[in-house]
């Protein structure tokens, strides 16, 4: 028998499918706030609306997403490509797979995350390296919390979308009054780059072979069996703890997006 987890409405089966991992009652969770933001039109199914399935995750289970972003390490030369600058916000930080290397590559960082439970991981995450100069805070793009023109560098990992929810042209506004004259916006692994080319940015992608790089080939399953069902028969008959991105069928997190922010 299948080991199994308890969320804070319900239990399901350890390595159940996200879209049916959480029910209609595990949005209980959501403040009024995130109500109103995720659920616009009334009570939408998380079984059949994966976005919201991972809002949720990110809520109930963060150690599980956490274990997720671990084996979808970011291309070397894209981090090497962000600049090296005084201030940087970073939108939609989570467990701070990006945070950690940002923190390397400034002198004052903040870093917007909208889920307490990730927060919390990101606050954990930094304490161990004993890692200063962060100051982690709650805010969504449409509204972040920072100044005008206070950043050298605002930049996202993987959270910017263009649905009004996670950030849209509003949250793309927002980046550019927060980001100083003559200073960058970047989005890392981006969504709709069309979207994101109309509105100015420039792509970019480094070449390499890449892999999900699980701890272990239990791991490797166990993951893809909750976030890639439709490759999970392959990931087990290969078993291996290295999984291919185009088994999954998902591009690597090889490409941005920037713009520069004119100084006049």
Known sequence: MQPRRVTQMGTTSRNTELTRRYSTEDLRVFSSAERARFLPGGTPA???DRSL???????LEPDL???????ERIHPA????????DRVVEVGAGSGRLTTHLVTRCGRLVAVEPARPMRELLTAALSRRAVGGVDIV?????????PDASADLVVTCAALDRDTAHGGDTGLV???????????????WPNHLDWLSAHGFT???FPG???MEFRDTAEAIEMTEIFYPHAAAEVRARSTARVEYDVLGVNPPRDLAFKKKNRN
């Open 46 to 48: 998380p079984r059949i």
């Open 53 to 59: 399935a991972f809002e949720l995750l990110y809520r």
């Open 65 to 71: 997403y956490d274990r997720l972003v671990a084996a």
């Open 78 to 85: 894209v981090l090497e490509w962000l600049p090296c600058v």
């Open 138 to 146: 709650d805010g969504f793009f449409d509204a972040l919390p920072a």
């Open 174 to 188: 927002e980046m550019e009054r927060v980001c100083a004259p003559g200073g960058v916006m970047a989005v890392v």
């Open 203 to 205: 792509h970019l992608s």
């Open 209 to 211: 072979q890449m892999w």
